[in-house]
């Protein structure tokens, strides 16, 4: 069983989150979730889901989901000892991008990322933002530097979406790839 760290922010998207989760969960892993509060709202708003509704709906899937307090600088996700095979902060805002390329930790996502970064261990960062400014594409950059991956919010169109679904299963799969889990979430290229 592999352990992941599945941070959702305030930007729009929040459906990518619960998505992955369901994905690595149904696989049989260890999911830490962190939610921001404004991921909170934007969860509500955008989804059926309140985060005690997520937290039922999770557990029908056979792995371990354990939905951390933002503030909680005590948690083992806050730790380098703390070995997990990756983070992904989806969707993730502006302003959390900010704070991780800048080194800010004010809260528990934030302080993981930066483990994570410091750790040297796959942290990936999928912006859910258009358009783009100038510091926003710095941060971006600052964060490549670093060791993280940059995998914008952008669905493909070569696996010939017919439903949202079929968008929101690319975007997904593609995190998935990019932490070296095979999954079969959209037809590859070339298939």
């Not at 985060?51 to 056979?62: A, D, Y």
């Not at 380098?80 to 902060?89: A, K, L, Q």
């Not at 993730?92 to 800048?102: H, P, Q, V």
């Not at 169109?157 to 959209?186: A, C, Q, R, W």
Request: charged share 25%.
């Amino acid at each position: 069983m592999s352990k992941y760290i599945i941070g959702m922010t305030g930007a729009s998207g929040s459906i990518y989150g619960v998505r992955l989760i369901e994905e690595l969960l149904k696989m049989g892993n260890e999911v830490h979730i962190i939610i921001t509060d404004s991921g909170r709202k934007v969860l509500e708003y955008e989804t059926d889901y309140t985060v005690e509704l997520l937290k039922s709906h999770l557990e029908q899937f056979k792995g371990d989901n354990k939905i951390q307090d933002i503030d909680d600088l005590f948690a083992a996700t806050a730790s380098g000892s703390f070995r997990t095979d990756g983070m992904v902060v989806l969707p993730c805002s502006m302003a959390t991008l900010g704070e991780i390329a800048n080194g800010v930790s004010k809260n528990l996502l934030g302080r993981s990322a930066d483990v994570c970064l410091k750790e040297r261990r796959k942290l990936i960062i999928v912006p859910r933002e258009t358009p783009l400014n100038t510091i926003h594409l710095k941060n971006m950059v600052s964060l490549s530097e670093a060791g993280a991956l940059i995998l914008p919010a952008m669905p493909g169109f070569y696996h010939k979406p017919e439903t949202i679904d079929d968008m929101i299963n690319f975007i997904v799969g593609k995190v998935m790839d990019s932490l070296g889990i095979e999954n079969d979430l959209f037809d590859k290229w070339g298939k």
